[in-house]
């Protein structure tokens, strides 16, 4: 009895087997309109003084299409470019991709691997900014403590380019 | 002095103030101020104008134009044109890094008396003693130094075409100043002749006067270090100006100099 004890102690005091991880799900509103682009979306971290930690996604058109002619409309993710990403050298495996359709969509990001990287413990914003062709341009921004001490559900919402943002963390 | 004469000097002052500094307006509008892509250009209007940006007076002439390209060399414009109302030209930005455009000139103006009549010449320094008739009298010679300036940057900006010459009224960005954002304040540095000019008002007007009923300018002034600081009201293209005068004509039939600094900047919305 005690030998069990004592090991369920050592299990408690021992690291974490699972890495801290960031579950993140970005709703892009479905658009009532004629001409309909889908949107230059941008997923970054920041920290206190607004510099990058972290870039964790940027979805645009990469290629000449009828949704763009491939890195020519990145600055209007205005403060995305402004912040760091007109220094990427795009593409960036792991964090550039297509456009994406309206709907949910789940990104899962884990402590010491790209794109998420180590990131210190300590205060940060996620920031999301979607800027669509003909259309507008939205930042929502979720602040957040990493790892923090216990698992975190934090959620905010957009009200034209882009719909609820949930960030779920686990330390 | 009747206190009701007062008023009405008072309001006749208030009334001939703001067309007293209503002058014409130099200025060049870039169609973007931030680029990036495979092949990017811009599209530039150069224009003398009463409204921001609207060109309802005189075209800007291009002969005057300098395009500093992010390594410090020299580059071409395109499409050049010359209109009624407004000069246009192309430029395609094939480096990365901060482009400076600019309309620099600089010369003389004389005012005199022939045969009782009042007479003006404007020219190089070289072409005056033949332009002025023997006969001139009362010849007043003032020297003048214009730059007008606007900025934009490909992909990462850089600071070397922002180098000043040393010579005129130059703005030296301490803000990165393609990259100015509503109600975040701007820092910026004069220069006259390369030393920093202090005690230089600067107003920054936007534009769109048309659409409103006051020019709306924001001001600041200069330090001793040349320095100064504005925070933009809202998000739109600015005109920023600031003149000043001195004895530093470089001629010696001319005694006063008289020196202008004009750019066009670009403020996005945060």
């Known amino acids: 009895m005690r030998r069990l004890l004592l090991s369920c102690f050592a299990l408690a005091l021992a690291t974490p087997l699972v890495a801290a991880e960031l579950n993140l799900t970005v709703q892009i509103p479905e658009q009532k309109v004629a001409e309909y682009h889908r949107p230059y979306t941008a997923i970054w971290i920041e920290r206190a003084d607004r510099s990058v930690a972290a870039q964790l996604a940027v979805w645009y058109a990469q290629k000449d299409s009828k949704e763009g002619a491939g890195n020519k409309w990145l600055p209007d993710l205005r403060q995305w470019w402004r912040r760091g990403g007109r220094e990427l050298a795009l593409p960036v495996d792991g964090v550039s991709g297509a456009t994406r359709p309206a709907g949910q969509h ?10 998420l990287g180590t990131l210190a413990a300590g205060d940060y914003v996620l920031v999301v900014e979607a800027a669509r062709e003909v259309g507008g341009r939205e930042v929502v921004r979720v602040p957040f403590t990493w790892p923090g001490a216990t698992t975190q559900h934090l959620t905010a919402r957009g009200s034209s380019e882009l719909g609820a943002v949930s960030l779920d963390i686990n330390p | 002095m009747h206190k009701r004469t007062l008023k009405w000097i008072v309001l006749a002052a208030a009334i001939a103030a703001p067309l007293a500094v209503q002058a014409h307006k130099m200025w060049l509008l870039p169609s973007a101020t931030n680029v990036a892509g495979a092949d990017p250009w811009v599209t530039v209007d150069a224009a003398i104008s009463n409204d921001l940006f609207h060109p309802d007076h005189h075209a800007a002439s291009l002969e005057q134009l300098v395009i500093t390209a992010p390594d410090g060399q020299t580059a071409k414009p395109a499409n050049e044109a010359v209109g009624k109302y ?14 400076k455009l600019a309309l620099v000139s600089s010369g003389l103006s004389a005012s005199y008396e022939l045969d ?9 320094a070289d072409e005056l003693r033949s332009a002025i008739p023997r006969a001139a009298k009362n010849v007043q010679v003032t020297a003048s130094s214009n730059r007008v300036e606007t900025f934009i940057s490909n ?43 202090g005690d230089l008002k600067v107003s920054a007007i936007a534009g769109a006067t ?36 001195d004895d530093n004509s470089g001629s010696k039939f001319a005694s006063k100099r008289r020196l202008s600094y004009t750019a066009t900047l670009e403020v996005l919305p945060e």
């Open chain 1, 106 to 115: 789940q990104l899962n990001f884990v402590d010491g691997q790209a794109p």
């Open chain 2, 86 to 99: 407004r000069s246009v030209f192309d430029l395609q930005l094939n480096q990365q890094g901060t482009y």
């Open chain 2, 116 to 124: 009782g009549q009042k007479r003006r010449w404007r020219g190089k």
């Open chain 2, 155 to 197: 992909g990462k900006p850089n600071d070397t075409a922002l180098k000043p010459t040393g010579q005129g009224l130059e703005l030296v960005p301490v803000t990165r100043v393609t990259d100015l954002v509503a109600g975040e304040p701007a820092t910026f540095q004069l220069l006259l002749d390369g030393r920093p000019a």
């Open chain 2, 210 to 245: 048309r659409y409103r009923n006051a020019q709306d300018a924001i001001t600041a002034q200069t330090g001793s270090d040349g320095k100064f600081r504005l925070t933009w009201p809202h998000a739109g293209m600015y005109w920023i100006n600031a003149t000043t005068q």
